[in-house]
């Protein structure tokens, strides 16, 4: 499989080493393809991502949608919700990238590539809270990836859950990387009406000279130029903080 993410998130503008080695690898695509085959292999024509940062997960979704090539009058398509919220400072200071809250990259500048790349797919320029009402179909397949704490992952998962077709998916990011979603999926797992399977957290590869750029901005010493839009720094390439996969079973 070889899909360009347009820059999204560092999937395939960086190299990557073997792990254990220092054989370096180009294109390498880290978490993508689990993300792409969960929306091909149940033919999700509805998808849904709630947060969308990079654009990452709904371009794997969207991408999925094409190479599985419904008939054009099928209405598959991919909806992204996100409040492009203001970064939250770092505790200790100074970092503006840090956190879960801030800019979805391909709002701040039209021609981000993955508004050319993906056109077609529709932007609710909202808060999860107020774009459930834009909701009037069944989803096949949504990643809740937005508010990072206790009550605000809950809510998403309890506003949204209802709309979810029976047998459709929920996927949960950071469920071992942010302590409300770990006790929000502990939770969840006492409840008859899903299925749930946690993958915990896994690191399985080192950063390269490139991929520094997310070391320097957990550090908050990225360079003060910048430009997280043409050069997005991001983890999920070599590591993730956990993901959490809910089937709806009635
Ligand atoms: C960690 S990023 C998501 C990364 C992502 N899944 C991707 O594919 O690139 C979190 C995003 O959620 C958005 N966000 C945070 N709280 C939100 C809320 N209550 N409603 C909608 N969007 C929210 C932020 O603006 C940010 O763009």
Known sequence: ????????????????????SSIRVENYLGFAPFYYSLAYSMMAKKCVCIGSGGGFVPSLMRQAQIDIGFPDTYGDETIIIDANLEPIP?????????GWQGHAHW????????N????????????????????TFEIDLIHIDADH??????KDFEAYFPKVRKEGIISLHDTDSCGGITVLIEELKGRPDIEVINLGEMVYSKWTKE????????????????????RPAHAEKYRWGGLGIIKKLS
Do not use: C
Not at 1 to 9: N, P, R, V
Not at 149 to 154: H, T, V
């Open 1 to 20: 499989m070889s899909l360009q993410y347009s820059g999204s998130q560092g999937t395939s503008d960086t190299e990557m080493t073997f792990p254990d």
């Open 90 to 98: 770092h505790p200790d200071g100074g970092n503006p990238l840090w």
């Open 107 to 114: 709002a701040e500048d039209e021609n981000h590539p993955f």
């Open 116 to 135: 050319q790349r993906y056109p077609e797919v529709k932007k609710i320029i909202k808060k999860s809270s107020e774009a459930i009402k834009d909701i």
């Open 149 to 154: 704490s206790y009550e605000g992952a809950k």
């Open 211 to 230: 991929d520094n750029i997310f070391d320097l901005e957990t550090k908050g010493k990225l360079p003060k130029d910048f430009d997280p839009t043409v």
